[in-house]
T-cell receptor, first 110, second 113 residues
């Protein structure tokens, strides 16, 4: 059974600081997603990572995947208030099964 | 506009009264999936479909049914809803090829009394 562990669950940051969210998964996964959810809203796709060593960047967010360590990271650079949200990782098999982490609630303070 | 639509957005119903939540996408996506989101339990997959007439159970399929008769629609059916199915439900779709992202619907908040 595929399990996904995300940490930290809560993160309070100051603007301008850097931080990393970690996503560990228990068995082989074929693709790893990162999503953002704002309060009361739906989920928005941020990144899809398919292969070992994959790195994707969008603005202040960068995601990477290490399939050997079964670890994905979401790195936040020079945080700004607009990045405050809940971030989820999800590990998927090619057969379509999807398992989410519990989410990391990020608060960026001035 | 490319989108996933769900109806209804909000529903309050009583135990045992059959209901259907519709999900439709206009992107010709092969893959569709249903999730429920509960405080403290995160998002859990209910059912998914890789193509028309192909559906599979996710982690929490009990009490739910789905069908995929057309590519664009993937309704979620609760034959006899119970209070423990009170939740926020999301439908999602994807091309499921390469690095295609998954698109989520706006959500359906269901309360079963």
């Amino acid at each position: 059974e595929l399990k996904v562990e995300q940490n930290p669950l809560f993160l309070s940051m100051q603007e301008g600081k850097n931080y990393t969210i970690y996503c560990n998964y228990s068995t082989t996964s074929d693709r790893l997603y990162w999503y953002r959810q704002d309060p009361g809203k739906s989920l928005e796709s941020l990144f899809v990572l398919l292969s070992n060593g994959a790195v994707k960047q969008e603005g202040r967010l960068m995601a990477s995947l290490d399939t050997k360590a079964r670890l994905s990271t979401l790195h936040i650079t020079a945080a700004v208030h607009d990045l405050s949200a809940t971030y989820f990782c999800a590990a998927n098999t090619n057969a379509g099964k999807s398992t989410f982490g519990d989410g990391t609630t990020l608060t960026v303070k001035p | 506009e490319a989108q996933v639509t769900q109806n209804p957005r909000y529903l309050i119903t009583v135990t045992g009264k059959k209901l259907t939540v519709t999900c439709s996408q206009n992107m010709n996506h092969e893959y569709m999936s249903w999730y429920r989101q509960d405080p403290g339990l995160g998002l859990r997959q209910i059912y998914y479909s890789m193509n028309v007439e192909v559906t599979d159970k996710g982690d929490v399929p009990e009490g739910y049914k789905v069908s995929r008769k057309e590519k664009r629609n993937f309704p979620l059916i609760l034959e006899s809803p119970s209070p423990n199915q009170t939740s926020l439900y999301f439908c999602a779709s994807s091309l499921w090829t390469g690095s295609d992202e998954q698109y989520f619907g706006p959500g359906t908040r269901l309360t079963v009394t």
